[in-house]
Every structure is written in structure tokens, then in C-alpha cells.
């Protein structure tokens, strides 16, 4: 299968900075990119969804100005988390679809840790 | 909305015996169904996939699915598990195929036991 990278694998922050999340599609072009957010023992929650070269559309219940995604190439989407908290803490997962056959291709994810 | 229900948090089987992970969905057209694999330090990684034909769907890994819509429920099974299988199992509804966004059920924890 194809496959998507992310990095860092885990960050930790101090409270009041902003951390850069990459996820990038190694070896497919990724019309579609999705962020997910995860916590500890819980399902995947669904946080937005980008379109290469335009904004991304977040869920309801989501900042979009805390949580700022950018979709600037077919191989690329960041997600920064600003001015973290700790209840910001999570483990954040982002996947790549392919335009071809809709697949969802997940990356390894992200352990942000806030103090 | 579309909504998935995986109404066992934790399964513990004996290494060898089979397995069978339940799933039941709500959505109001024709959904599109996945079972997704995790484990610790890895990414999801897709074990098998519904969109339409033959109900009984195989994948990877020796897993299989089976679609009954009169049930709603897409529930994953396995004959014979080996010690690997130890994971966390996600069923998902998507809206469609091409790269729409996933409903993710709550989990199921395996544990395989020697």
C-alpha cells in the first residue's frame, strides 16, 4: 500500500507555543489529506479535511484558528497546533486519499505532549 | 449522520480459536464499509473493504467481513488467531469511496492469549 509519513513521531511543548505537525504522502499524490485527533484508549475523531490548494473544512466543535492546516502540495499537509494547553495533549493521526481509489492511507501519527 | 457502533471495548481468545469483532452502522444510503487495524507505533492499516458485490469480503492477514444489511453490521471474523493479532480493531463507515471522510467506531482491544 502507499504510504504516509509524519513527523515529528512525538513532540513535547510548553504551554503557550505553537508545534508543527508534517504529513506527507511518500509515494502517491494526495488529492484529499484528513487530521484526526486521538485519545489515549478512544476512537479516531475527525478534526478537517483539506483539498490541496484550498482551506481546509473543519468539524464541528473544531478551532480552525487553533488548529491551522495547510494543504500546500499533493504530498504535503501541516496542522500547528497555536498556543497549545495541556488539554491540547493528544495523538494526532493524518491520512492521505487518493484520488484513484478513495483509499485512506494513515501515517504512524504524532504524540503532542503540552505541559 | 452516519455513526458506527463496536459494542465490545475488550475481546481476550486463546491463541489458535477464532475470533469475530462486531460492528453495526448507521447511515442512510448504501455505505461503504472498513475494517482498519492498529498497533503500537504504527499507522491504521486497512484489513479489508465493502463498497458493493459479494457480501462476504476477504482481506489481509487471514480476516474476513461479512456486509448483512438487514443487520446493519459488517462484523470481522478470523478462524484461527495467532499472537500478532494482539491490536486494536476500528470498523468505519465511509460516505464513499473516493476520499471522503471516515466515522470511526470506538474500538476493539484484542488480546491473544498463549
Known amino acids: 500500500g502507499a504510504v504516509v509519513s509524519q513527523h515529528p513521531s512525538w513532540v513535547i511543548c510548553k504551554s503557550g507555543t505553537s508545534v508543527k505537525i508534517e504529513c506527507r504522502s511518500l509515494?502517491?499524490?494526495?488529492?484529499?489529506m484528513f487530521w484526526y485527533r486521538q485519545f489515549p484508549k478512544q476512537s479516531l475523531m475527525l478534526m478537517a479535511t483539506?483539498?490541496?490548494?484550498?482551506?481546509?473544512?473543519?468539524e464541528q466543535g473544531v478551532e480552525k484558528d487553533k488548529f491551522l492546516i495547510n494543504h500546500a502540495s499533493l504530498t504535503l499537509s501541516t496542522l500547528t497546533v497555536t498556543s497549545a494547553h495541556p488539554e491540547d495533549s493528544s495523538f494526532y493521526i493524518c491520512s492521505g486519499a487518493s484520488g484513484l481509489t478513495g483509499e485512506q492511507f494513515f501515517g504512524p501519527g504524532t504524540r503532542l505532549t503540552v505541559l | 449522520a452516519q455513526s458506527v457502533t463496536q459494542p465490545d471495548i475488550h475481546i481476550t481468545v486463546s491463541e489458535g480459536a477464532s475470533l469475530e469483532l462486531r460492528c453495526n452502522y448507521s447511515?442512510?444510503?448504501?455505505?461503504?464499509l472498513f475494517w482498519y487495524v492498529q498497533s503500537p507505533g504504527q499507522g491504521l492499516q486497512l484489513l479489508l473493504k465493502?463498497?458493493?458485490?459479494?457480501?462476504l469480503v476477504q482481506g489481509i492477514k487471514g480476516f474476513e467481513a461479512e456486509f448483512k444489511r438487514s443487520q446493519s453490521s459488517f462484523n470481522l471474523r478470523k478462524p484461527s488467531v495467532h499472537w500478532s493479532d494482539a491490536a486494536e480493531y476500528f470498523c468505519a463507515v465511509g460516505a464513499g469511496a473516493a476520499g471522503n471522510k471516515l466515522t470511526f467506531g470506538g474500538g476493539t482491544r484484542v488480546l491473544v492469549k498463549p
Open positions: 447511515y442512510g444510503a448504501t455505505p461503504y
Open positions: 509515494d502517491f499524490q494526495a488529492t484529499t
Open positions: 465493502y463498497f458493493s458485490g459479494d457480501t
Open positions: 483539506s483539498n490541496e490548494g484550498s482551506k481546509a473544512t473543519y
